[in-house]
């Protein structure tokens, strides 16, 4: 399991890997993933509250157990 955490500039809602998250009133946003053995894409995707896309990024990481 891994934590995927930042800040938006603004509150609103982020997007990690496809499920919904919402930031708190500081734009703040944390939650956590379980990763599979190998190569994981963490794709974290960002809107305001009206819906405007406000950033997008992508990470890979490997996991061995």
Excluded: W
């Excluded at 995927?4 to 500081?26: H, I």
């Excluded at 379980?34 to 974290?44: P, Q, R, T």
């Excluded at 509250?49 to 990470?59: D, I, M, S, Y």
């Amino acid at each position: 399991v891994v934590t995927v955490q930042g800040v938006m500039s603004e509150p609103g809602r982020v997007y990690v890997n496809g499920s919904l998250n919402t930031t708190d009133d500081e734009g703040v946003f944390s939650t956590s993933l379980a990763l599979g053995e190998g190569e994981n894409v963490i794709k974290v995707r960002g809107e305001d509250r009206a819906g405007n896309h406000t950033l997008e990024q992508e990470v890979k990481v490997r996991y061995q157990p």
